[in-house]
């Protein structure tokens, strides 16, 4: 079993930054990719930012490209999310993302606890 620990999120002024963690613990056969979403008040939950772990490519939704950037510390178990020039819009709660194989070749999805990201003046 996997487990997937947020932390980092809080409240900041427009303008600010903010680096959000996520600290894997358990066991996994492979990784194939790892990403955030955030889900606002009212709002779907949606794709922030990813990452194929095999080649490093990453992908960005529109409204955060230039801004946020992530990145993955694999001897520390632990992916991030930098987030950079915070707009009140980008408060939301982010979840982490994990998808891979277990040990027995089954297609596992972890998600974090999530992490409340607020920007407020």
């Known amino acids: 079993q996997v487990q997937l620990v947020e932390s980092g999120g809080g409240l900041v002024q427009p303008g600010g930054s903010l680096r959000l963690s996520c600290a894997a613990s358990g066991s996994i056969f492979s990784i194939n990719d790892v990403g955030w979403y955030r889900q606002a008040p009212g709002k779907q939950r949606e794709l922030v930012a990813a990452?194929?772990?095999?080649?490093?490519?990453?992908n960005y939704a529109d409204s955060v490209k230039g801004r946020f950037t992530i990145s993955r510390d694999k001897a520390k178990n632990t992916v991030y999310l930098q987030m950079n020039s915070l707009k009140p819009e980008d408060t939301a709660v982010y979840y982490c993302?994990?998808?891979?194989?277990?040990?027995?070749?089954?297609?596992?999805?972890?998600w974090g606890q999530g992490t409340q990201v607020t920007v407020s003046s």
């Open positions: 990452m194929i772990t095999s080649g490093g490519r990453t």
């Open positions: 993302h994990v998808e891979g194989l277990s040990y027995g070749l089954d297609h596992l999805d972890y």
